[in-house]
């Protein structure tokens, strides 16, 4: 799972003046950065402070708005207490996977840049490079996100990923699920996962 799937937030600036989706995009890579600093600080430990930090970061993200435009029509057929449940689950799931993993990762905010998109909607682009360990290799690769916010609640509601647009991604893989398991099933086991790494960690 990549470490940009985590997206959104909203803040305002200054006396009262809304910052612009370029801030905001700005912002919330300083925090995803920060976060990846205390998990190598921490060796993957999210402790208090990395609890701390991962709810700021989490805190920016419209999970419901995510959720809609994963499941589309589908939604809203789910009951209401199963979509309160898989909303809680799925944040918990994102945030516990996302740490440990985190530590990984090395980006520079000074080395960022960002624009907004001319080819998606309420889009900001974020250009820059991202070196991530694996097996004790150094590998370095251009990182290039465009990162998607509700012009109402200034949050991140999708993010386009290599390409590929995040919901895109996440309705293909819960349509498969869904042939195989019911939706609650499915929380189940993502209950489980959330658990798994916990004790992992």
Do not use: C
């Amino acid at each position: 799972m990549s470490w940009a799937i985590v997206l959104s937030l909203g803040f305002a600036n200054g006396a009262g003046a809304a910052e612009s989706d370029v801030d905001l995009a700005k912002t919330f890579m300083r925090t995803l950065i920060e976060v990846s600093t205390h998990s190598k600080e921490s060796g993957g430990e999210a402790g208090e402070g990395g609890r701390q930090k991962l709810t700021n970061l989490s805190g920016k993200v419209d999970y419901q708005a995510l959720a809609k435009r994963t499941f589309r029509t589908k939604w809203t057929k789910f009951k209401v207490a199963e979509r309160q449940a898989f909303l809680a689950t799925f944040q918990d799931l994102l945030e516990t996977v996302l740490y440990p993993k985190a530590k990984n990762f090395t980006a520079k905010a000074e080395d960022l840049k960002y624009e907004k998109s001319a080819k998606v909607k309420s889009g900001v682009g974020v250009e820059g490079s991202i070196a991530r360990e694996k097996k004790g290799e150094v590998i370095t690769k251009n990182l290039e996100i465009v990162l998607i916010f509700d012009a109402k609640s200034k949050k991140i509601v999708d993010a386009v990923i290599e390409d590929e647009q995040l919901s895109t991604n996440l309705n293909r893989q819960f349509d498969n699920a869904l042939k195989k398991k019911t939706f609650a099933q499915i929380i189940e086991q993502m209950k489980k996962r959330v658990e798994e790494a916990k004790k992992s960690g």
